[in-house]
């Protein structure tokens, strides 16, 4: 073996590579932030400032919220099937079966309905934004809405946070009201829980903090599904391949970041509880 292959398989060689490729995946997370950050500010600063766009914010909650529906109805419907066949084969055992609905409930409304709504959307909205603005930034059609005194933040990227923070919070509780019915018809009507017992247990263990809470995150995560789709756009270069990887990356991060975010939202609301209760 030579004298290089010997100086690369060292340990303080091997650790020594491993710090570099910490320290560039921390810069990288925090230029990531950084960029996100003032993306945020140039829209806060436009929102304040500019003449809302009108056409644009209705047509950006039609493709957004409208065309999003069916799939979040299905997911949420199907999220709740999927908990009512485990809570029910998991309490059956101990002849609790009434304990299902709150078993059901307190998972769609709190953690599956905002998370997975938020997931689906991030997939379907975040990579059609990337890809919209994407096209546009390789095709030089930015460049030109700047020449023509157009803000491309106020044009582009505005209406779709707006949209986003707005509509992601009525997507996640119809994802909640579906999944809840879902689970309650499979296990009521099909499986014969009784109907007093499942709803008395769910009054009762299932507190209103709880929908709050579930809901009062889904702004956020849409908030940072449309700001990391719209960085992706605005950096894409390299024709069609850059628009097909721009699209990738932001679902992924998109994604990411919402389970990221949805965990520490979590852990702080819980936190919050115990501290007000």
């Known amino acids: 073996m030579s ?7 060292h340990p303080r060689r091997q650790a020594r590579g491993l710090l570099v490729l910490i320290g560039r995946g921390v810069l990288d997370l925090l230029g990531w932030i950084g960029q996100l950050s003032i993306l945020f500010r140039d829209c ?42 485990q809570a029910h ?10 304990m299902c609905g709150p078993m059901v ?31 546009m ?24 946070v707006a949209a986003l923070v707005l509509l ?4 996640a509780a119809l ?24 709803w008395h247990q769910t009054e009762k263990y299932l507190a209103s903090w709880d929908v709050l809470m579930g809901l009062a995150k889904t702004p956020f995560l849409g908030l940072l599904i449309a700001l990391v789709a719209c960085r992706q756009g605005l950096q894409t270069g390299g024709g069609a391949t850059g628009v097909g ?10 994604c990411a970041t919402v389970l990221v975010v949805n965990f520490l939202i979590t852990l702080l609301t819980n936190k919050l509880y115990h501290l007000l209760h």
């Open 89 to 98: 084969a998991t309490l059956v055992r101990f002849n609790a079966e009434a």
């Open 3 to 9: 004298a290089d292959a010997l100086d690369y398989l």
């Open 245 to 254: 990887q721009s699209c990738t990356r932001a679902v992924v991060q998109g």
């Open 175 to 198: 994802a909640d009201f579906a999944g809840v019915w879902a689970g309650a018809g499979l296990l009521v009507g099909l499986w014969g829980v009784d109907q007093g017992a499942y």
């Open 44 to 85: 806060s600063r436009t929102a304040l400032h500019d003449r809302p766009r009108y056409q644009i914010f209705a047509a950006q909650f039609f493709h957004i919220g409208l065309l999003s529906l069916p799939i979040v109805l299905v997911t949420g419907a199907s999220m709740g099937l999927v908990m009512a066949v």
């Open 168 to 171: 992601l919070p009525m997507m």
């Open 137 to 160: 930034k390789v095709t030089e059609q930015i460049d030109a809405l700047r020449v023509m005194g157009t803000d491309p933040v106020s044009y582009l990227v505005l209406p779709r």
């Open 105 to 135: 409930m307190y998972s769609m409304v709190t953690q599956l309905g905002p998370s997975m709504s938020a997931i689906l959307v991030a997939g379907r909205v975040g990579s059609n934004i990337a890809a919209e603005i994407g096209t």
